[in-house]
């Protein structure tokens, strides 16, 4: 993985979305921080590339930092406000707990609808309020077969995760193997809408699963939930490190 040698801290944001505006926002927000993007759908990717000509059933978002990958910019109330240069990984792919690289089954809700963010792995249960537009197939692989790929003499550690990942996020985390005791802070989805897809999991066992590696609860609302290695508490200080998100 080849990262520029001025960017100090990576951040990965796995499940994009259209907009991707948690990534625009890290870029936005900072210049010396290293993003990797991972979304597995094609229609995604080409509201992420140029949302104009990506015939999305969605309005233009006037009221979130919006990634073009095409111009390689952040545009916000359609004014450029950042150049992204060389700090943006794109990677067209799943994230799950998997031992090696495969092609899952991956179910895309309702465009129409405005529901593609809801699209996941995991089939919708009877109680989910959209419907499959289409079933596709993606290329799945670990977060830490990802991370094999970074350099550990230069970073000693990853800055911030944050999954959005519709019932799959415990799944996400465990896929971090061996490195997730190199991640600073990890936010996640955790809403009261897990029984919309079948084997989400159950949300107390993913808390008990993160205490029992090291990891404190600092924030749960609004349909996330933050958790800080506390190994790292020196770093933050030292560091300048943050967790900052849009929100899920």
């Given amino acids: 993985m080849k990262i520029p040698s001025q960017l100090k801290q990576i951040r990965i944001d796995v499940g994009l979305a259209g907009e991707a505006p948690n990534a625009a926002l890290w870029l936005t927000k900072t210049t010396d921080r290293f993003v990797i993007g991972i979304e597995p759908l094609p229609y995604h990717w080409k509201m992420i590339k140029n949302f104009e000509t990506s015939n999305s059933k969605r309005p233009y978002p006037e009221d979130i930092p919006l990634l073009q990958l095409e111009e390689n910019v952040v545009k916000f109330h359609r004014k450029v406000v950042c150049d992204v240069g060389d700090r943006f990984l794109a990677i067209e792919a799943a994230i799950d707990d998997v031992k090696e690289p495969v092609t899952q089954k991956f179910y895309m809700m309702d465009r129409t609808g405005g529901a593609s963010g809801s699209s996941s792995l995991l089939?919708?249960?009877?109680?989910?309020?959209?419907?499959?537009?289409?079933?596709?197939?993606?290329?799945?692989?670990?977060?830490?077969?990802?991370?094999?790929?970074?350099?550990?003499e230069r970073f000693k550690y990853i800055e911030?995760?944050?999954?959005?990942?519709?019932?799959?996020?415990?799944?996400?985390?465990?896929?971090?193997?061996?490195?997730?005791?190199?991640?600073?802070?990890?936010?996640?989805?955790?809403?009261?809408?897990?029984?919309?897809?079948?084997?989400?999991?159950?949300?107390?066992?993913?808390?008990?699963?993160?205490?029992?590696?090291?990891?404190?609860?600092?924030?749960?609302?609004?349909?996330?939930?933050?958790?800080?290695?506390?190994s790292f508490e020196k770093e933050v200080r030292e560091d300048k490190l943050d967790y900052t998100t849009l929100g899920l």
């Fill in 123 to 152: 089939q919708p249960s009877q109680s989910h309020p959209h419907f499959i537009e289409e079933e596709v197939e993606v290329e799945t692989y670990s977060l830490e077969h990802l991370l094999d790929q970074v350099d550990w």
């Fill in 160 to 230: 911030h995760i944050k999954t959005d990942c519709e019932g799959k996020d415990f799944d996400v985390v465990k896929s971090l193997g061996k490195y997730l005791n190199k991640i600073v802070f990890i936010t996640s989805e955790m809403t009261n809408n897990l029984h919309h897809w079948n084997g989400s999991g159950d949300p107390q066992e993913f808390v008990d699963f993160m205490q029992n590696a090291g990891f404190v609860v600092i924030f749960q609302g609004n349909g996330e939930i933050v958790f800080f290695n506390r």
